[in-house]
């Protein structure tokens, strides 16, 4: 089996295990931009791991993090919630940029996309196994026209982890366990 495919088979199998353990939850906020209405993104945050959303990250410009241990600032190991103004006009379009950027930077790269079944948001996850021996999950997600919004998770880690299987479980429980909710404005 390839390395790439045991990375996809990890991530089925982590979403296939989400219901296993009752998470903490994580929370990120948006405020009304525009046409774009006031939002709020519930996430579980898996025992162990430290929900973020102000904090750290904030320091490098997303809405949230999650990681294990003490942060270093480093990616590896850290999930990574991006919320973002809807540009492009499809999810599909989302992703071919993605891989389009990914690629640039790395082009000995392997990549390989797969639908996600998520119960309420519409996703779909990337899979880029890096020349540098670190793979990167993505997953895209489009809470509908209405929201004005796309989002993201992703999660960088050596290809090489011997937890490997278990940080795919826990990034999957993550991504199927998340909720997209506009909220009303403030008066």
């Not at 990250?57 to 241990?69: S, W």
């Not at 690629?103 to 990549?111: C, E, F, G, I, V």
């Amino acid at each position: 089996m390839t390395r790439l495919a045991g990375v996809l088979l990890l991530l089925a199998l982590g979403v296939a295990a989400y219901a296993a353990e009752a998470p903490r939850e994580a929370v990120a906020q948006g405020q009304p931009d525009g046409a774009i209405p006031g939002w709020t993104v519930h996430a579980p945050a898996p025992a162990g791991w430290t929900a973020d959303c102000c904090l750290y990250a904030r320091a490098i410009g997303v809405n949230l993090v999650i990681y294990r241990g003490e942060w270093t600032g480093e990616p590896d190991r850290v999930m990574v919630l991006n919320v973002w103004p809807r540009k492009l006009a499809s999810l599909d379009a989302e992703l071919d940029a993605d891989r389009k950027h990914y690629l640039q930077r790395d082009p000995a790269a392997k990549s390989a996309r797969f639908a996600l079944r998520h119960r309420g948001i519409l996703c779909q996850a990337q899979v880029f196994e890096g020349s540098d021996g670190i793979d990167d999950a993505v997953v895209f997600c489009d809470p509908g026209q209405a929201a004005g919004v796309r989002l993201s998770w992703s999660m960088s880690f050596h290809d090489a982890d011997p937890q490997r299987a278990a940080l795919l479980g826990d990034f999957m429980r993550v991504v199927v366990g998340t909720t997209y909710r506009t909220t009303a404005a403030s008066h």
